[in-house]
Every structure is written in C-alpha cells, then in structure tokens.
C-alpha cells in the first residue's frame, strides 16, 4: 500500500481542513457516501481541484487509521511546525501580551490533541514542543483537536528549557506546575507576557525545565486520586489566566 504523509480522518476535521484553506493532497471518500456533510466536502473539494477518489468500503477500512472515519479520508503533506519567533508575532500582530502553552513531553496524542482545542478557544498564540519522547503532531491529534490544530501555531524543538530561556529574553513569565508547590494557581497573576508549562502524564515537569521557571503553581486536590490528567490541568490553568486577563 501507498506510503501517505498524513491523514486527517473524520467529516469535521477534513471540513476543518478544507475550510481552513491548507493544502490537501487528495480525498478518498466511501464509493456511495454521499450524503449530508459528505455532499459538502466533494463542493468545497471541487471548487479547489482537490482530486477525489471514490473506493469500497474494505479498502476505506484498510486505509484508515480510525474506526470511525465517517466515510472520508483527506490526505495531507507534513505538519508544517513554525519558529519561537513566529509565535511571538502573532501576539505583535494581534496587539497582545504573548500567551503561550510549553508541552514538557505530553506522549498520548489525545492529550496533545484536547489540548491544541483547549488553547485555541483561550486565544493562545502558539505551543512548543519537544522533538523527542513526546507526540508529535498527527491524524488522532488532529481529529481529537477538533480541527483546532489547523488554527494554531505549533514550534517542534529540540531542547524545552532552551525554548523556556528564549521566551524570557522575550519578556515572558513562565510559570510552571507542580503538586509540591505551594501556591494555588489562582493566588498567582497571570497576566503579562506568560508562558505556562505542562509536564508529562506521569512525571510532570522534568527537574530541568522546573528550574527554568519563574514560578510554579498547583492545583488543589481533594479526592484520592492525587493527579489530573494533563489535558484537564491544561483547562483549569489557561482559564484563570484567560480570567485575570479579561478583568485587567
């Protein structure tokens, strides 16, 4: 079988995709698959000149990296990942304190995924990455995200504490988590040129990257299970940023 760059699975996320203006290499669609958002996805694909291929419903599910793919599979080139710098443009252009999201090696590609969802609906103005021991971005990333991974600026680097420290010499605070912290994320400003860093599932921030922080905060457990998943930790503490930066 053909070897494809990527595929973006699903009729939202191709719709996403296709809406988003990125370039789509070709679209396979289940032959007979024609009806509701489908109809859509071949107009939008037509107005482009998007190659369709229509194929049964076996090869579909030979192709697809998915359960459910919903009859459809875009395939697309590469992930184009940007600069640190490129991030920080886009909060020039857009008149804003720099707001950016640091991944110390989330590894499971929902968690990169809801995350990439969570932080585009917060404004934020790109995420980095690392290169090694951490999901990249791809297919489940994209459809888990919604089609957000469309909308946001993402810098794939090799070294996280590297990125931390070219933040600062930008002006940015960065702000850490960790459970042994004492200070509640609410009891800290987050206003400013902010960079806030989420660590692994498991291992949280590495011994590092926590150095590298300005601060550090945490969350407030209550039950008997004595950690979040990291997705949700990314919610409750981008929010309260998006909170004190409303009120400011």
């Not at 950690?227 to 309260?240: D, F, H, K, P």
């Amino acid at each position: 079988m053909e070897k494809f760059d990527d595929q973006i699975e699903g009729r939202n996320s191709v719709l996403e995709l296709l809406e988003s203006g990125k370039d789509v290499n070709k679209i396979f669609v289940t032959r007979g698959e024609k009806h509701g958002s489908i109809n859509k996805i071949l107009a939008i694909a037509k107005e482009r000149k998007i190659i369709v291929v229509e194929k049964d419903k076996r090869q579909m599910n030979e192709m697809a990296q998915q359960e459910n793919y919903q009859g459809v599979i875009a395939i697309v080139p590469p992930f184009e990942y940007i600069e640190i710098e490129d991030i920080l443009n886009t909060a020039k252009e857009r008149n804003e304190d720099p707001f950016v999201l640091i991944l110390d090696g989330i590894e499971d590609p929902h968690n990169l995924g809801s995350i990439i969802r969570t932080a585009e609906t917060a404004g934020i103005h790109g995420i980095i990455i690392p290169k090694r021991r951490a999901a990249a971005v791809n297919s489940t990333v994209n459809k888990t995200s919604a089609g957000a991974v469309e909308h946001m600026k993402i810098a794939r680097v090799t070294n996280i504490s590297d990125a931390i420290e070219e933040l600062k010499q930008a002006g940015l605070w960065i702000c850490g988590t960790d459970i042994n912290t004492n200070k509640y994320y609410y009891n800290q400003d987050l206003t400013g040129p902010l960079g806030i860093v989420i660590g692994n599932e498991g291992k949280g921030i590495g011994e590092k990257v926590k150095k590298n922080c300005d601060f550090l905060v945490k969350i407030p457990m209550k039950g008997k299970v004595t950690s979040l998943n990291a997705a949700v930790s990314t919610g409750i503490i981008v929010y309260e940023a998006v909170k004190q930066r409303i009120k400011k």
